[in-house]
């Protein structure tokens, strides 16, 4: 069965940095975009950032636009968000995706991760 593991939360402080991965089976990886959502307490789930099945084109929401790198790495089927100066506001579980076309809307994506949390200390 399809399955992506996520792993690479935790609690930083305002302004540090944090690298979320997420590793695929069950699927053709390459065939695959790649996508990364957020979700705080009472609040819908956020797109945060995407990536195309070649890794070379890159979309992102605009609050973590020059902060957040999403890439992906198809020899080893893993994906990552490299989170930097990161702010209380970024608070929330982080969940991995993954779908056959890159979107910025949840309800596309057919796979999920389980969800990892990421504080930000002010």
């Known amino acids: 069965q399809v399955q992506l593991v996520e792993s690479g939360g935790g609690l930083v402080q305002t302004g540090g940095s944090l690298r979320l991965s997420c590793a695929a089976s069950?699927?053709?990886?390459?065939?695959?975009?790649m996508a990364w959502f957020r979700q705080a307490p009472g609040k819908e789930r956020e797109f945060v950032a995407a990536i195309r099945r070649s890794g070379g084109a890159t979309f992102y929401t605009s609050s973590v636009k020059g902060r957040f790198t999403i890439s992906r790495d198809n020899n080893v089927n893993t994906a990552y968000l490299q989170m930097n100066s990161l702010k209380p506001e970024d608070t929330a579980v982080y969940y991995c995706a993954a779908d056959i076309t890159a979107s910025g809307s949840a309800k596309t994506y057919a796979y999920w991760g389980q969800g990892t949390q990421v504080t930000v200390s002010s």
């Open positions: 069950g699927i053709t990886f390459s065939n695959y975009a």
